[in-house]
């Protein structure tokens, strides 16, 4: 028997599909479902789809770094694994990987939240009257998707493609829907000073690039699970690319296609902007079209929070298997070898965050997300570019062009957030610093009990 597949180990079961399915499943979710109003806001009319193309470009350039990342170090963690070996033999050596543990205890939980919190919108369309119960309905899908998780990984990748399926599924009746509807003069509505470049314009754009990119996340959710992928070297690298440039065409079309049969100035001004998808198609078909383009959308909703969980479990475990953190979150499951004790705990602080409102999410977790995980990525792309001794893996096409752009795009985002959450950000940054001190003497002083 391999060390793969004997008790007390992961297994590797995710093949090329049920990678990328993961990522799609990660990236759609609800988010696109929901954020169309609040990008069509962001600049007053439909040229706020140059925050998709900004956000495009940006995922695909970010998304290179993820996949050389992931073939030089394919082991579980993503990031943490990624900053602990490429600053190793620095100052900054274990100070970073702490760092991204610490935001991560913010940020994981807030992003699933919102997944659920964007089920929880869309189910008052079919139940208006539990709008006061949105909370719950929030909670509930967290507590289901851990109960789903709570079993073997080779169960889980035959989950996550059915629930991929789905996804895809919805999709395609949306597009189907918008392009047999969609009026060219309705989309391209633009208002008179659409394209008049000002510094109102500049941080429209930025606005409109931030709400893209928290759609566009989670093109790298199978790197937090490297150890249960086969061939991850090259599997993860393949789904990383295959999952960015089919999602980053899906929501061009998909936008497009909504805004050709609701006119923008009706998207951000309705009551209805909770769950503008389900108004376009009962537009188109009725109330049974705004009804079952909401179940799927809740199904898509629950694959996101699924694939989300399913990667951050993953995350605690392994920085307490390398000793950054609690020794109990490297625990696996004595009979179905999954991290029990890090999924629990993640469910349960998930459930916390779902009593934020999905504003308040999306701020928080890209403002905490920005300055450790995606910009240090950055310079630990180079940093293992030296290192490398042996045969390599991928390598991104025309380095070091697509680092460059993606630390503009993540800086230009992180200045659009608004000076508060940039202070947020920074500030939780900081307390980190002290944090990591504070447990640093800890373990001077207690050498036993804090390993």
Not at 70 to 79: D, M
Not at 421 to 435: C, E, K, N, R, S
Request: with cysteine; glycine share 10%; proline share 5%.
């Amino acid at each position: 028997m391999s060390a793969d597949s004997s008790p007390g180990h992961l297994h590797r079961s995710f093949g090329l599909l049920q990678a990328t399915a993961m990522n799609m499943s990660n990236m759609v979710g609800v988010g696109p479902f929901l954020t169309i109003p609040l990008i069509l806001a962001a600049m007053g009319g439909p040229q706020a789809m140059l925050g998709w193309l900004v956000g495009a470009v940006l995922a695909i350039s970010d998304g290179m770094v993820w996949a050389e990342l992931a073939s030089a170090v394919p082991s579980s963690g993503g990031s943490f694994e990624y900053l602990k070996v490429a600053f190793a033999k620095t100052r900054l050596g274990r100070l970073l990987p702490f760092l991204f543990i610490w935001q991560f205890i913010f940020s994981g939980p807030l992003e699933i939240a919102s997944g659920g919190i964007g089920f929880a919108q869309y189910a008052t369309y079919l139940a208006p009257q539990a709008k006061p119960y949105m909370t719950w309905i929030a909670v509930g899908v967290a507590v289901l998707t851990v109960v789903l998780l709570y079993r073997k990984i080779e169960s889980v990748g035959k989950l996550m493609v059915v629930l991929w399926a789905g996804m895809m599924l919805t999709i395609a009746v949306v597009l189907f829907s918008g392009l047999r509807n969609f009026s060219a003069a309705t989309a391209f509505d633009f208002p008179p000073d659409a394209f008049n470049f000002s510094r109102g314009f500049v941080l429209g754009l930025g606005s409109a690039t931030l709400v893209a990119m928290y759609d566009f996340l989670g093109y790298y959710s199978v790197c937090y699970i490297g150890d249960e992928v086969k061939s991850p070297s090259r599997t993860i690298p393949r789904s990383i690319l295959i999952s960015v440039v089919a999602v980053a065409v899906i929501y061009l079309a998909m936008n497009l296609s909504i805004i050709g049969v609701v006119p923008w100035r009706e998207a951000i001004g309705s009551d209805a902007k909770d769950y503008i998808v389900s108004v376009f198609m009962e537009r188109i078909y009725g109330p049974a079209g705004g009804v079952l383009v909401t179940l799927l959308i809740c199904w898509t909703a629950l694959a996101s929070v699924f694939a989300l969980m399913l990667g951050y479990s993953r995350i605690p475990y392994a920085a307490a298997r390398d000793g950054f953190f609690f020794s109990a979150f490297s625990r696996l499951h004595p009979r179905g070898d999954f991290p029990h004790v890090s999924l629990l705990v993640l469910g349960a602080v998930s459930v916390a965050a779902s009593f934020f409102t999905l504003q308040e999410v999306i701020n928080a977790l890209i403002a905490t997300r920005i300055l450790v995980q995606f910009i240090a990525q950055i310079a630990a792309v180079a940093l293992i570019r030296k290192q490398a001794t042996g045969p390599v893996g991928f390598r991104m096409a025309l380095y070091p062009l697509p680092s460059v752009i993606a630390l503009v795009g993540w800086t230009f985002i992180f200045a659009a957030s608004g000076i508060w959450y940039m202070v947020a950000g920074i500030a939780t940054l900081g307390a980190g610093v002290v944090a990591y001190f504070a447990w640093q003497l800890w373990r001077v002083k207690f050498p036993v009990s804090s390993q």
